[in-house]
């Protein structure tokens, strides 16, 4: 039997979608999107396609061809993924192009058992080629604090043996994906319960979504394990409820971008020769998602190792370097995360009130971001807090998060991305927040320089909102029950 097909994804023109219409409508309401029409001026959609809608594989090799690249192979199954290799985009072309010209009988019998069929998945490209500039961001998916931060610090800074690893593959979460027809990917969620955006720069996917509210029918009893191909033969004794779910289904053509809300699990096929730009990401709308999939992590690794806990000399960072290890980051890396970006969020506000009176209230069009960005982090820091999650988070001062040129760094990128998104004429001068310092930001009471729990993020914001007048009806605005609403939707 195959699969239950309950719909298709909407399409929309990019160009005629207001910011304001695609936040209202698909990232608060986490639901997917396929929109057309943001990819007219991209270098890549020149330089990376022939005339004929095929990839130009050479164009890659003469001018990337000494990147170091991680390839899966599409038919070799690895725990939950598809095996990986590394290789050099030079003899991945080679391979593909080899491919290619062997006679369709030879193709057919590689391909029947996915033998040979390799995928290059997750190349850095932003950041191994900056100065190349392939693609702008949409201003729909500009609002990025995960890549916004990583420009500037790394997510996981304990030293030891997952540092290596951790710099390569986590360095940024915008990526490359090139692979010919019939390489796939198997059905998953994404890293972290991030948004993601998918845009084809040439070829054709087809795309298999299963909404947060029907995840569990793709788990097996014990909710450890799910499906890893959604066509194969899908054992019922293994896994009862997957017959009963009801998938949406896209087929996603050249310049089309595919929105891909948090927690959605997702299969796809390349149905052409295909080239596409994906980049993950999180904001104030699928914050409580990203904190509720480490807490659950975190569970998962702490019973993990239960049975060691007894001979164990420090039980606790052992699950924090195993939660780091397994899903990119502990709780003090989220904790850290979530004080540089709430003091930049709140240097912003007080910039802007200072600048401009007129901005004083919390519900003005320029402050309006920023409170609802504060609310969020208040609203997890408060969920942090009921599981006591602060005991294991390690202590921040906020005189050196402040002092450090990398915060400032984080300041400046956000507040130019504030201005592009929302279309705000320049109201600090960005040297401004070079000149910031302790002692002339009032709105830091003295008494919370340390920072080691959730609590005193959440007095800050608390005192950050006092003190500047924001207008605290705000925050008991319609804005935050959508996050309740969020939280409840469904499982991760
Ligand atoms: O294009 C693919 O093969 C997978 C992309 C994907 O899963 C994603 O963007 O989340």
Redesign the pocket.
């Known amino acids: 039997m195959g699969l239950k097909i309950g719909g298709e994804l909407e399409r929309i023109n990019g160009k005629e979608l207001s910011y304001k219409d695609f936040v209202d409508n698909y990232l608060v309401k986490n639901q997917p999107v396929v929109l057309t029409g943001l990819m007219d001026d991209w270098r890549a959609c020149k330089d990376w396609v022939f005339q004929d809608g095929k990839p130009n594989l050479p164009f890659f090799s003469t001018h990337f061809g000494n990147s170091k690249v991680q390839v899966a192979e599409c038919g070799k199954r690895e725990f939950t993924d598809q095996k990986r290799v590394e290789m050099s985009v030079s003899n991945f072309v080679n391979h593909w192009l080899a491919m290619s010209t062997k006679d369709s009988t030879d193709i057919s019998i590689c391909q029947e058992n996915d033998e040979s069929l390799l995928?290059l998945?997750d190349w850095h490209f932003v950041k191994e080629y900056p100065e190349y500039v392939a693609y702008t961001t949409p201003l729909f998916f500009r609002d990025d604090w995960l890549n916004l931060y990583l420009n500037s610090y790394n997510m996981h800074t304990d030293p030891g043996t997952y540092q290596e690893t951790n710099e390569i593959s986590c360095s940024d979460y915008r990526f490359v994906?090139m692979?010919a027809k019939g390489?796939?990917?198997p059905l998953?969620a994404?890293v972290f319960r991030s948004y993601?955006?998918?845009a084809n720069v040439c070829g054709k996917?087809q795309w298999h979504f299963l909404s947060p509210s029907q995840c569990h029918l793709v788990f097996d009893r014990n909710l450890k394990n799910s499906v890893y191909d959604i066509f194969d033969d899908v054992p019922e004794a293994k896994f009862p409820g997957f017959k009963k779910a009801i998938w949406m289904e896209c087929t996603q053509d050249r310049n089309e971008i595919?929105f891909?809300p948090s927690g959605w699990y997702?299969q796809?096929q390349?149905m052409e020769d295909?080239i596409?730009i994906?980049h993950?990401w999180f904001n104030a709308h699928n914050l409580s998602y990203v904190w509720k999939l480490l807490l659950k992590d975190y569970n998962e690794a702490k019973e993990y190792i239960e049975d060691i806990r007894d001979i164990c000399e420090d039980f606790e960072s052992l699950c924090q370097r195993n939660l780091a290890a397994n899903t990119g980051m502990n709780f003090s890396d989220f904790f850290s995360f979530m004080i540089r970006v709430a003091f930049a969020n709140m240097i912003q506000l007080y910039l802007n009130v200072k600048n401009n009176e007129e901005h004083m209230r919390g519900s003005s069009p320029r402050t309006q971001p920023l409170v609802l960005n504060l609310l969020s982090i208040k609203k997890v820091c408060l969920s942090m807090k009921l599981v006591d999650a602060e005991n294991r988070s390690s202590l921040l001062d906020v005189r050196e998060v402040l002092k450090d040129p990398l915060f400032l760094e984080l300041c400046r990128d956000m507040e130019i991305n504030y201005q592009m998104i929302h279309d705000w004429e320049k109201c600090s001068d960005t040297s401004e927040h070079s000149r910031i310092n302790i002692d002339n930001l009032e709105f830091v009471d003295s008494n919370l320089f340390n920072m080691s729990c959730s609590e005193h993020l959440i007095r800050i914001i608390d005192y950050v909102f006092s003190h500047l007048a924001v207008d605290s009806s705000f925050e008991n605005s319609g804005l935050v029950s959508k996050f309740v609403e969020l939280d409840t939707s469904g499982i991760l």
Do not use: A, C, P, R
């Open positions: 995928y998945k994906y692979g390489t796939w990917t998953h994404d993601s955006w998918s996917k595919i891909v997702h796809v390349n295909t596409s994906n993950n």
